[in-house]
């Protein structure tokens, strides 16, 4: 089975640049999230949607970040413009429940450096 | 607000032996509990959850323990092996509210 698939699994940009990274839901899921992870604060929410419609967006940290999702199998999370501090690892996660409380499934992560 | 937190950050363990890895939070209404590994340079992986109806799931080699009188989780790895090393992470939800992380313990097994 397929799991959740993420792209690029790692990028280097240099500060100011736009940052788009991407991500296909497991097949059927109808929840999806974005997280985000550092050695400083862990693993952190950053926005999640139900049926496309994003529920809950306290956790992105600023208007640089954006996410959308156009359609059940793919969600983008923007960068614009980039700095030093957005560099961690994002992970995007399914579940299939229509509800935060439930098990979700991570894909591997996308290593963002901004040099 | 919520808060979830792991007793030991680190932990080390010789091959063979049994781990327990231990979770404590603070609300009460919390319904629902998953333990998730993560290995280097890769996303959390689902390993075993237990509902607040239950005090005991058993899996392949890890068994959950849900004490809710005094809000304690742990993870019991059986028989450790290499392959065990990773950071572990509790992870707690009620209704329909987003899961709450804990901080995470990174445990080493020794050859």
């Known amino acids: 089975d397929a799991g959740v698939i993420q792209s690029p699994r790692h990028e280097v940009t240099e500060m100011g640049q736009e940052v788009t990274l991407r991500c296909k839901p497991i097949?059927?899921?109808?929840?999806l999230f974005w997280y985000r992870q550092t050695m400083m604060r862990g693993l952190e929410l950053l926005i999640y949607?139900?049926?496309?419609?994003?529920?809950?967006d306290s956790g992105m940290p600023e208007d640089r970040f954006s996410a959308k999702m156009p359609n059940a199998s793919f969600s983008t999370l923007k960068i614009q413009p980039s700095e030093p501090r957005d560099s961690a690892v994002y992970f995007c996660a399914s579940s299939p429940q229509s509800s935060g409380g439930n098990t979700i499934y991570f894909g591997e992560g996308s290593w963002l450096t901004v040099v | 607000g919520e808060s979830v937190g792991l007793h030991l950050p680190t932990l080390s363990v010789q091959e063979g032996d049994n781990s327990i890895i231990n979770c404590a939070y603070s609300?009460?209404?919390?319904?629902?509990f998953i333990w998730y590994k993560q290995e280097s340079g890769k996303g959390p992986q689902f390993i075993i959850d237990i509902r607040s109806n239950m005090d005991k799931r058993q899996g392949q080699r890890v068994t959950v323990l849900l004490n809710k009188t005094v809000k304690h989780l742990s993870l019991q790895i059986a028989a450790t092996q290499p392959g065990d090393s990773a950071v572990y992470f509790c992870?707690?939800?009620?209704?329909?509210?987003?899961?709450?992380f804990g901080t995470g313990t990174r445990l080493t097994i020794i050859p």
């Open positions: 097949s059927g899921h109808n929840s």
């Open positions: 609300n009460s209404a919390s319904d629902y």
């Open positions: 949607f139900n049926n496309n419609v994003p529920i809950d």
């Open positions: 992870a707690l939800g009620f209704g329909n509210e987003k899961l709450t």
